[in-house]
T-cell receptor
Framework: GDSVTQMEGPVTLSEEAFLTINCTYT??????LFWYVQYPGEGLQLLLK?????DKGSNKGFEATYRKETTSFHLEKGSVQVSDSAVYFC?????????????FGEGTQLTVNP | GAVVSQHPSRVICKSGTSVKIECRSL??????MFWYRQFPKQSLMLMAT?????????EQGVEKDKFLINHASLTLSTLTVTSAHPEDSSFYIC????????????FGPGTRLTVL
């Protein structure tokens, strides 16, 4: 079945540091890939998405590129802020095999210190 | 657009009582709604998937008589935790998906249930 693996956390960075959170996936079909962010005590917010190979999703300074050859969708940001502290979830969905159902990674806790 | 609300945001109840959580899509028609449970510092666990007008599909290990799901309209789904016990205390999150091309789910803000 489909699965998503994220780098283990927690990740602690200083403000303005470069961020990478690794995400790899296995899927039988051609999934769409997502990054969600969860702030404390809240639900999930879509951060960015990519629907086909080589697509780059971007939002609020975050980027991720859909790499089919390495089955990866790593999240990057050039300069993190304290307000980026949250839990980040990588996820995939394959409409042809599972409709709108999402498969989530384990989540990565990011803490950014001033 | 694509806003999903949940009510209540927090609820505390006594053991043995039932609790209903509402999930509404405010500005789109949700053909499918999902209910998740999240334990502290863990990922989301899918409990069930519901399509408007039909019975919910429960994930393995989730008691359908314990967690009653109703999806009566294209904008409302409810989760009722029946005869709640302390082990049911958790963060419950719903999401909704419409007829979009790229499988996007929109998430509610979550409901914190505490059973005393």
């Amino acid at each position: 079945g489909d699965s998503v693996t994220q780098m283990e956390g927690p990740v602690t960075l200083s403000e303005e540091a470069f961020l990478t959170i690794n995400c790899t996936y296995t899927a039988t079909g051609y999934p769409s890939l997502f990054w969600y962010v969860q702030y404390p005590g809240e639900g999930l917010q879509l951060l960015l998405k990519a629907t086909k190979a080589d697509d780059k999703g971007s939002n609020k300074g975050f980027e991720a590129t859909y790499r089919k050859e390495t089955t990866s969708f790593h999240l990057e940001k050039g300069s993190v802020q304290v307000s980026d502290s949250a839990v980040y979830f990588c996820a995939l969905s394959d409409r042809r095999t599972s409709g709108s159902r999402l498969t989530f990674g384990e989540g990565t806790q990011l803490t950014v210190n001033p | 657009g694509a806003v999903v609300s949940q009510h209540p945001s927090r609820v505390i109840c006594k053991s043995g009582t039932s609790v209903k959580i509402e999930c509404r899509s405010l500005d789109f028609q949700a053909t499918t709604m999902f209910w998740y449970r999240q334990f502290p510092k863990q990922s989301l666990m899918l409990m069930a998937t519901s399509n408007e007008g039909s019975k919910a599909t429960y994930e393995q290990g989730v008691e359908k008589d314990k967690f009653l799901i109703n999806h009566a309209s294209l904008t409302l789904s409810t989760l009722t935790v029946t005869s709640a016990h302390p082990e049911d205390s958790s963060f419950y999150i719903c999401s909704a998906a419409g007829a979009t091309l790229y499988n996007e789910q929109f998430f509610g803000p979550g409901t914190r249930l505490t059973v005393l």
